[in-house]
């Protein structure tokens, strides 16, 4: 999970990539980057940590230019330490590209084997990203043999990227003196925006991103997401192009952006994130009054923040009173994005602190949004009973992870998740809670996909197991969680 954006303006551009990447800084915080181009000269900072303590006045000056792109970093491919794995990534040839991406391939072995033996290319790092500039550099040379480059060449060239390319992508590429790319997989795994502003004299300009917030921060019009498969080449000028240039494509986002990964006040593929997590708590509720024994329940309380929607919605149809038990410190990053299991260990205390007032001698129901590896769930369930609850029931508005992520979320060994060979009742005992309450798989969707006919499936690999992007066999697996750092 990483978070992109790329702007065309009539006006410098890196003060508005800055400040979108700040809007974008939930969806990584292991490092960052921008590039510009101004005409025919790329431009490029990026360093390791947050935005806002990243990049200097020196920097921001540097980056010269009305067409730029940014990143910011969460590690799911290649090293999170390492600074010259932070995006973007460039290559001189042909024409000068920069790309940034957000995704993760799953054919990387086989493109690795290709650039090294077939297109003569290097690489000097681990990470997919520059895997994926490389393949397109390589098919946009192919398309052309001269030094102009139209429209027509660039999305040759992507259609060829599609076919050889697997797995999540979301991308968006500077081509120097040409203007802006974007594309996304055909699967529409990972969320791309296009939004549009007119400028003083009536010219288009343009900014693709992650999350719709960002347009709207911005004074954009979201004019509509990229859709599976497609691409749009946006001129230095704000002419804008597109074609679909994939086979196949098929609508599937990504089922955790909408519980976790965006910020609640996005909208992903035409479904509000926030009205998504309030359905959640509603169908949960459904669950809870299944499972748990009628007067179990004194108060509900969630885990901030991303927990507050559906708890508060659970409450409300189970009649419960809701609660606020756990202040947090917002100057901790989220624990679930840590780099490392010890690191987010850490991190639980220094995020939450329990009021003992909320808690003491109450049947409290814990609401989260998900439980991946369970570290910051028993800890959490830990911290309320040594605030005084009687007793724990915790409730998760995802169905279990049991299966590797390998679409850009960093969940990839099944031994790393509390829920992989367990039964709830083995679940709730290693956390410490005295009852476990899962959404279900059919529920999930339920909640999601309600009110709306756009999306009609969603990527949910990691609770069914069954992978619809690239080749995941369970050989890959094995190969993924032998090379996988926690």
């Not at 009539?10 to 915080?29: A, C, F, K, M, T």
């Not at 650039?115 to 398309?143: C, F, G, K, W, Y």
Request: overall charge negative; charged content about 20%.
């Amino acid at each position: 999970m990483c978070g992109i954006v790329g702007i065309v303006s009539h006006e410098p551009v890196n003060q508005q990539i800055y400040d979108s990447l700040l809007l974008l800084q939930h969806r990584g915080q292991d490092s960052t980057g921008i590039a510009t181009a101004d005409g025919s000269q790329l431009h490029m900072v990026k360093a390791r940590g947050q935005v806002r303590e990243a990049y200097r006045t020196r920097d921001m000056r540097s980056l010269l230019g009305n067409v730029g792109l940014g990143h910011v970093r969460y590690a799911t491919s290649g090293s999170a330490g390492r600074e010259e794995e932070a995006q973007p990534f460039y290559v001189n040839a042909p024409y000068g590209l920069i790309l940034v991406h957000n995704g993760n391939l799953t054919n990387t072995r086989e493109l690795n084997a290709e650039l090294h033996t077939i297109d003569r290319r290097h690489l000097n790092t681990h990470s997919d990203t520059e895997l994926l500039l490389n393949v397109l550099a390589n098919e946009l040379q192919h398309v052309t043999d001269d030094s102009s480059l139209d429209a027509d060449e660039v999305f040759q060239a992507v259609t060829r990227v599609h076919q050889r390319v697997e797995g999540s992508y979301a991308a968006i590429a500077l081509i120097a003196g040409q203007g802006l790319l974007a594309f996304r997989d055909p699967f529409g795994i990972r969320p791309l925006v296009l939004g549009r502003r007119e400028a003083v004299g009536g010219r288009s300009e343009w900014v693709v991103a992650s999350e719709s917030l960002v347009l709207e921060s911005g004074g954009y019009e979201i004019v509509r997401d990229v859709e599976p498969g497609e691409a749009i080449l946006i001129t230095p000028d704000g002419e804008m192009h597109s074609r679909q240039c994939a086979a196949n494509p098929r609508l599937l986002p990504c089922s955790f952006e909408y519980i976790y990964l965006a910020r609640p006040d996005s909208v992903l593929s035409g479904i509000s994130v926030y009205d998504a997590r309030l359905r959640l708590g509603d169908v949960l509720a459904e669950q809870v009054t299944a499972e748990v024994p009628s007067g179990d329940i004194d108060v509900v309380m969630p885990i901030p923040d991303s927990g507050r929607p559906s708890a508060m919605q659970l409450a409300q149809r189970l009649g419960v009173e809701y609660r606020e038990g756990f202040f947090k410190n917002r100057y901790v990053g989220r624990t679930f994005i840590m780099p490392g299991q010890s690191v987010r260990k850490k991190s639980v205390r220094q995020k939450l602190n329990a009021m003992s007032t909320e808690f003491k001698g109450k049947n409290v129901l814990l609401v989260d949004d998900s439980i991946v590896r369970g570290t910051t769930s028993g800890q959490i369930v830990e911290m309320a009973r040594a605030a005084g609850a009687a007793s724990v029931t915790f409730a998760s508005a995802a169905p279990p992870v049991l299966f590797p992520h390998v679409y850009g979320i960093n969940m990839p060994t099944r031994k790393e998740l509390i829920a992989h060979g367990r039964s709830n009742d083995e679940i709730a005992a290693t956390m410490g809670a005295d009852h476990l309450v899962y959404q279900t798989v059919e529920g999930m969707n339920r909640a999601i996909l309600a009110g709306q006919d756009k999306v009609t499936a969603l990527e949910e690999s990691c609770f069914t197991g069954e992978y619809l992007a690239g080749n995941v066999t369970d050989e890959y697996l094995a190969w993924l969680e032998a090379t996988q750092v926690s």
